[in-house]
């Protein structure tokens, strides 16, 4: 890709506000001296080192039910911090040099705030590569609650994102965009997920009816869904989606 990383500054202005609420005297007056050290030395080695010390630190606390933590706001907001301070083509080398830099605590963190950082989808190799990921929880940074995919993902890996999801027991329901990605093949795709758990007499995925068009799907498709719900091989939550059963 060719165009530059460019920064979501009011989302990260609520992150700042965020953050702020949750820190002590101790924990700001450190924090103080985190921006200043960076505004300074604002390289990528600077802000590898500071968003390491952040666990130290700070106390691990989340606002509300945001699902960010007060030490993934820091480190994400380090990360804006540092990529402000350089021209528009070295933000996206940086971003993926601290990408590959850091644990995984820090991976999550970026990939939280992958679409404040990167508005206009110039990071989406990045993205493709940290959804190879086997580890749940750096997966679940990228794929539940993060805008991103919908909006920069081509639809064949869109829908390979969320089927990943479901296999690695997530909730569909938390995919951005999931609604507006809706269609034939995704069904398709849905329906050959099923067969495979029920083929593995594994458990379907109970939010597997969130990839479901059920008005696209065929008269012999639906009176499928219906026989095995009946069956009670489908979870309870497939109801819903089932009205004539």
């Given at each position: 890709?060719n165009?530059?990383?460019?920064?979501?500054?009011?989302?990260?202005?609520?992150?700042?506000?965020?953050?702020?609420?949750?820190?002590?005297?101790?924990?700001?007056?450190?924090?103080?001296?985190?921006?200043?050290?960076?505004?300074?030395?604002?390289?990528?080695?600077?802000?590898?080192?500071l968003?390491?010390?952040?666990?130290?630190?700070?106390?691990?606390?989340?606002p509300?039910?945001?699902?960010?933590?007060?030490?993934?706001?820091?480190?994400?907001?380090?990360?804006?911090?540092?990529?402000?301070?350089?021209?528009?083509?070295?933000?996206?080398?940086?971003?993926?040099?601290?990408?590959?830099?850091?644990?995984?605590?820090?991976?999550?963190?970026?990939?939280?705030?992958?679409?404040?950082?990167?508005?206009?989808?110039?990071?989406?190799?990045?993205?493709?590569?940290?959804?190879?990921?086997?580890?749940?929880?750096?997966?679940?940074?990228?794929?539940?609650?993060?805008?991103?995919?919908?909006?920069?993902?081509?639809?064949?890996?869109?829908?390979?994102?969320?089927?990943k999801?479901?296999?690695?027991?997530?909730?569909?329901?938390?995919?951005?965009?999931?609604?507006?990605?809706?269609?034939?093949?995704?069904?398709?795709?849905?329906?050959?997920?099923?067969?495979?758990?029920?083929?593995a007499?594994?458990?379907?995925?109970?939010?597997?009816?969130?990839?479901?068009?059920?008005?696209?799907?065929?008269?012999?498709?639906?009176?499928?869904?219906?026989?095995?719900?009946?069956?009670?091989?489908?979870?309870?939550?497939?109801?819903?989606?089932?009205?004539?059963?």
């Amino acid at each position: 890709m060719n165009m530059d990383v460019t920064l979501r500054h009011d989302q990260l202005a609520e992150r700042t506000q965020a953050l702020n609420a949750l820190l002590d005297a101790t924990e700001r007056a450190w924090w103080q001296q985190a921006r200043e050290r960076l505004e300074q030395s604002p390289d990528a080695n600077t802000a590898a080192i500071l968003g390491s010390q952040c666990k130290r630190h700070l106390r691990e606390q989340a606002p509300g039910d945001s699902g960010w933590s007060s030490v993934q706001l820091a480190r994400a907001l380090l990360l804006a911090t540092v990529l402000e301070h350089q021209p528009g083509d070295a933000r996206r080398p940086l971003l993926e040099q601290l990408f590959q830099w850091g644990d995984d605590q820090e991976k999550i963190a970026l990939l939280k705030a992958l679409d404040d950082l990167d508005s206009h989808g110039a990071c989406l190799e990045l993205a493709l590569l940290a959804g190879r990921t086997s580890n749940p929880q750096v997966f679940a940074a990228l794929v539940l609650d993060n805008p991103y995919p919908s909006r920069h993902y081509a639809e064949r890996a869109f829908h390979q994102l969320v089927l990943k999801a479901l296999g690695m027991g997530l909730d569909a329901g938390r995919v951005h965009g999931l609604a507006q990605r809706q269609g034939v093949t995704l069904n398709q795709l849905a329906l050959d997920l099923m067969d495979e758990q029920l083929a593995a007499e594994r458990p379907v995925s109970p939010s597997l009816p969130r990839l479901i068009a059920f008005d696209l799907l065929s008269p012999a498709q639906r009176q499928r869904l219906a026989g095995l719900y009946r069956q009670q091989r489908l979870p309870a939550e497939w109801r819903d989606y089932l009205p004539d059963t």
